[in-house]
């Protein structure tokens, strides 16, 4: 059962894969969710999918993985906070309020991630150098 269980550890950061997939194959997606008081939305966009790529290695690797995974769960965490939890309180229109109630489902989901994320980091993260 261990054998089967120990799959999470390639699992779960194998998934982010998805997000670098999206912020490169659909770069108008990724730019949109960039704030107006941020410059360059592209080159964020585009960043931010190296970034993700660099955690994926470094867990996948074990090099630098604990704080990769607590770099991540920052991110993510200013992502619910900076980008989906004010886009889920916005106006009363029909469409904006369905958007916004998606908005709410991705910010619980990635609070979610967020969780997962720092337990990744504390049990089974092995390279401490950087942040013990």
Known sequence: MNQILNIGKYLFPLSFLLYVGLHFGKPD???AMVPDYFPAPYFLNYL???FILLFIVSALVGIFD???YTLMAVYVLLMALLIH???SMGGQSETVMMNSEL???NVFRNIMVVGALMGFARYVAKDNRIIG
């Open 103 to 105: 908005e709410m489902v």
């Open 66 to 68: 604990k704080l990769a």
């Open 85 to 87: 939890l004010p886009r």
């Open 48 to 50: 931010t999918a190296v």
């Open 29 to 31: 997606v990724g730019a």
